[in-house]
């Protein structure tokens, strides 16, 4: 059975830091990459920061470029986000995911376009950021 597991959100002032981390289990034998995701109410789940398979370049959305670090390793099936100056539009439901695809930015965009492959998501951990 696949899990998919986030923790650490929480609630903080803007700029203010928070750090989420994310395990994945029981997984199929194939090649997968993972990245977070967010969603804020009335809008569309976005990626927001991505690794590809065995690492590489990272990829991140414009709005979060020089404040998220992405780490972790995909073949280890663990992912940290470390948020810094946090900002008000920064709140949303942040997920996990794990896909079956190679590039960082073909993962964030598996929110919009699954291109068919296979994916597990987390049940999400919440980040409110208060102005």
């Known amino acids: 059975q696949v899990q998919v597991v986030e923790s650490g959100g929480g609630s903080v002032q803007a700029g203010g830091s928070l750090r989420l981390s994310c395990t994945a289990s029981?997984?199929?034998?194939?090649?997968?990459?993972m990245g977070w995701f967010r969603q804020a109410p009335g809008k569309k789940r976005e990626g927001v920061a991505c690794?590809?398979?065995?690492?590489?370049?990272?990829y991140y959305t414009a709005s979060v470029e020089g404040r998220f670090t992405i780490s972790g390793d995909s073949a280890e099936y663990n992912l940290n986000l470390q948020m810094s100056s946090l900002k008000p539009e920064d709140t949303a439901m942040y997920y996990c995911?794990?896909?079956?695809?190679?590039?960082?930015?073909?993962?964030?965009?598996?929110?919009?376009?699954?291109?068919?492959?296979?994916?597990?998501w987390g049940q999400g951990t919440q980040v409110t950021v208060s102005s």
């Open positions: 690794l590809g398979w065995k690492g590489g370049m990272p």
């Open positions: 995911a794990v896909v079956n695809l190679y590039t960082a930015m073909a993962v964030c965009r598996y929110a919009e376009d699954t291109m068919g492959r296979r994916g597990y």
């Open positions: 029981g997984l199929p034998d194939d090649d997968w990459a």
